[in-house]
């Protein structure tokens, strides 16, 4: 019995030796998948960029290739200068007409239109706004003037700090532009409109030139302005391309594309600085 015994442990001992190493080695080999597909996870996780002012879980459909609204950027490629010269952002009929934008409101006043219109009504109102934790009343002039040689209108609203126009035609076709005061310059603000709702074209113009505290709207110059922000909507929502560029150097802060019609006030959160 005793030689059986041995003959018995000296053939099982190899096997058990074997059959130890194997399930070593398939333990090693679970951990390292299992701590490989930790890592990947992490590293996509850090990897995939956010919009930081939309809420995170309303982007699944949202491509970031750039997003550093904090920092400098990152270099911007030609087809990307943000200039109304650039033929892969705009196209010839949106440069002609928005270059008339540029020009058009200088020399409105609440009873004088842009060329070619005349007054149709003005009224003043109030309305109130919240800044730095209080409540402001902001009082506006609202002008509308018709177009005599078409059915078209426009309504111009006077503030303190711009003016806000809105061009319709009796389809309610046409755009908003608001024209503003930054402190360091004047923003213009474009808005394709269709039946009332955003679409197509949304942009945004730094003229940079400093007009301190005597700023009037009629002495901003955007000749030389350049782009801020690039949007397009369909039907109200955002849809494709969006856009925002660094001032200071002209690098792209963001870079992302909306593969599905997306409701940016919706989804917009309040950044915390």
């Known amino acids: 019995m005793i030689g059986i015994r041995n ?14 190493m194997k399930l070593k080695h398939l333990i090693v080999s679970l951990s390292l998948i299992i701590f490989t597909e930790k890592v990947s996870s992490q590293t996509n996780k850090a990897e995939s960029l956010l919009i930081p002012f939309l809420d995170k879980e309303s982007q699944s459909n949202v491509v970031v290739n750039i997003s550093d609204i904090f920092g400098d ?13 650039n033929t ?14 540029f020009l058009k409101y200088k020399d409105v006043t609440t009873n004088s239109g842009p060329a070619g219109t005349v007054l149709d009504g003005m009224y003043k109102t109030n309305f109130t706004i919240t800044a730095v934790g209080r409540k402001v009343e902001i009082e506006q002039w609202v002008s509308r003037f018709q177009y005599t040689n078409s059915d078209a209108h426009e309504t111009i609203y ?10 319709r035609t009796k389809v309610n076709d046409g755009y908003n532009a608001d024209l503003t005061c930054t402190g360091s310059g004047s923003l213009l603000q474009f808005y394709e409109v269709k039946h009332n709702l955003f679409n197509g074209l949304k942009a945004t113009f730094d003229d ?13 110059d955007f000749d030389h302005g350049r782009l801020v922000e690039y949007r397009q909507y369909t039907n109200g929502m955002l849809i494709g391309k969006y856009l925002m560029w660094n001032l ?5 802060m963001l870079k992302a ?9 919706k989804h917009r959160v309040q950044l915390q600085l």
């Open 7 to 20: 003959i018995s442990e000296s053939i099982c001992r190899p096997a058990i030796h074997n059959l130890n």
């Open 73 to 85: 950027g990152q270099r911007c490629p030609l087809e990307y200068t943000n200039a109304l010269s």
């Open 88 to 101: 892969n952002l705009f196209t010839p009929e949106e440069q002609k007409l928005i270059k008339d934008v």
């Open 158 to 167: 006077f503030g303190i700090g711009g003016i806000g126009a809105e061009y």
């Open 208 to 220: 940079n030139l400093p007009q301190g505290t005597s700023w009037d709207y009629r002495l901003a």
């Open 248 to 252: 200071k150097n002209g690098n792209l």
């Open 257 to 265: 594309e909306f593969k599905e019609p997306y409701d940016f006030e």
